[in-house]
T-cell receptor
């Protein structure tokens, strides 16, 4: 079983739709969680951190469910510019060796 | 302020050749990492460094060497290229702790080994 699993998609949604992605992790001792966004053939960039109480940044909402060991990303009112691959990152400790990237979920927002 | 730069952007090698991928940052970050990204897989850590003079292996270090003589530079050396090393390579830096701080990535080097 992979340490961090994501549905690869692709998710194809119309503009204005709401879409949600999940990311599951295997180690219950994981401490920190992030969502990164990666545009085609570009480098990953931080989208948002994921806090225990859930957090929102504009149209984006991140949730953490420690009991079920997953994090989620909700995008409301999808824009064409949201088309990208979304990577979840799970960190067990402060060491780079204990930081794991999911393989990403591809989102295409259609006009 | 260029952030994280990587050179070259593209490279084609023949099996057995060696080369160095360059990574430089101007953010005075102590933590630097090298990842490779292959289709259908997450980024995998090759080597990392917590400061000048200190390096350590990641998940997939075989076939690669690193050194960190300055805070700014963290080159990745391929000793004898193999087709399995065909990948996109990203360098990343973090200013503080990975637990809370952003990783900043370079634009990547796309390497093909024939």
């Amino acid at each position: 079983r992979k340490e961090v699993e994501q549905d690869p998609g692709p998710f194809n949604v119309p503009e204005g739709a709401t879409v949600a992605f999940n990311c599951t992790y295997s180690n219950s001792a994981s401490q920190s969680f992030f969502w990164y966004r990666q545009d085609c053939r570009k480098e990953p960039k931080l989208l948002m951190s994921v806090y225990s109480s859930g957090n929102e940044d504009g149209r984006f909402t991140a949730q953490l469910n420690r009991a079920s060991q997953y994090i989620s990303l909700l995008i409301r009112d999808s824009k064409l510019s949201d088309s990208a691959t979304y990577l979840c990152v799970v960190i067990l400790s402060g060491s780079a060796r204990q930081l794991t990237f999911g393989s990403g979920t591809q989102l295409t927002v259609l006009p | 302020n260029a952030g994280v730069t990587q050179t070259p952007k593209f490279q084609v090698l023949k099996t057995g050749q060696s080369m160095t991928l360059q990574c430089a940052q101007d953010m005075n970050h102590e933590y630097m990492s090298w990842y490779r990204q292959d289709p259908g897989m997450g980024l995998r850590l090759i080597h990392y460094s917590v400061g000048a003079g200190i390096t350590d292996q990641g998940e997939v270090p075989n076939g690669y060497n690193v050194s960190r003589s300055t805070t700014e530079d963290f080159p990745l050396r391929l000793l004898s290229a193999a087709p399995s090393q065909t990948s996109v390579y990203f360098c990343a830096t973090t200013g503080g702790t990975l637990l809370t701080d952003t990783q900043y990535f370079g634009p990547g080097t796309r390497l093909t080994v024939l």
